[in-house]
């Protein structure tokens, strides 16, 4: 018996080792990001080994109606960026277990989620429409949920959450000190946000692509308004980098986006504007 028990131990140690190698390896992870947009077939195992807990988000591909070819290539791999989109915030909240608040979780990683999802899904039913009815109501599918939550609640302001990975956009444009700019300017505490001005900087707008450049400008205005409005609810969450991760980056995503659509639409009747990129970046002013 003396002998038997050290190899029955030695081989517990392989398995749990091996275990942990996979959770490393965000393999598990992984799995579950493409079973958030799929079946949810690993979120069990994800859930046993994150203990924070798994993000799962509406299926996107079984609610397209069919994709005609000239818009498969683009489509794919926007599907494809939407799985990428939850296996980073998976790993973003295995990350950051124990930082923030009770909130910290739903601004710094479902908020910010949703927002990139808006984006892709918003790409997915541009491209469809060019030569197809275009689809409607795919963002209503945006918003992701946790589940199986544990231990990322956290208590204080303790760490930093990690940047996780930006939604696979470049980095266009911004609308410095417009309207979204507007109803948060007076925390000191926070500070504020302000953004480069995308409308000055824009060619002349024919007419046919008038409608879908002030729809997005008026946009920009409004993320800029949002971003102070999330500003000001997570004072004090996170570590020193969290406005960076949580607010500003994912800002500079959805702008990239926007300036994007406002460039493309611009495009198809003249010539499409360049360098708009160049303003995608916000600052925080205190």
Do not use: H, W
């Amino acid at each position: 018996m003396s002998r038997a028990l050290p190899k029955y131990n030695k081989r517990r140690v392989t398995f749990i080792g091996g275990a942990a190698a996979v959770a490393l390896s965000g393999t598990v992870i992984a799995g579950f990001a493409l079973a958030g947009e799929t079946p949810d077939s690993g979120a069990k195992n994800a859930r046993t080994l994150a203990g924070p807990g798994t993000i799962t988000c509406p299926d996107v591909r079984s609610k397209l109606p069919a994709v005609p070819a000239s818009a498969k290539a683009e489509v794919d791999r926007n599907l494809t960026l939407l799985n990428t989109q939850i296996q980073e915030a998976n790993k973003r909240l295995v990350d950051t277990v124990g930082q923030g608040g009770p909130n910290f979780v739903q601004n710094a990683i479902l908020g910010p989620l949703k927002d990139k999802r808006v984006s892709t899904v918003n790409r997915i039913a541009t491209a469809i429409g060019r030569t197809a009815a275009k689809p409607q109501g795919l963002d209503s599918l945006a918003a992701c949920t946790l589940n199986g939550a544990g231990t990322n609640a956290g208590g204080g302001a303790a760490g930093k959450p990690q940047a996780g990975g930006n939604a696979g956009n470049a980095g266009n444009a911004g609308n410095a000190g417009n309207a979204g700019n507007a109803g948060n300017t007076g925390n000191a505490a926070a500070g504020t946000i302000t953004c480069p001005d995308v409308r000055s900087k824009l060619p002349a707008v024919p007419a046919s692509a008038k409608a879908e450049v002030d729809r997005n400008l008026t946009l920009l205005d409004t993320q800029i308004r949002e971003a102070n409005t999330r500003l000001v609810n997570t004072v004090g969450q996170g570590g020193p980098n969290f406005v960076q991760n949580a607010i500003l980056g994912p800002l500079k995503d959805k702008r990239v986006s926007t300036v994007n659509r406002i460039a493309t639409a611009i495009g198809r009747t003249a010539a499409k504007p360049q360098g708009l990129d160049s303003l995608a970046a916000c600052t925080l002013s205190k």
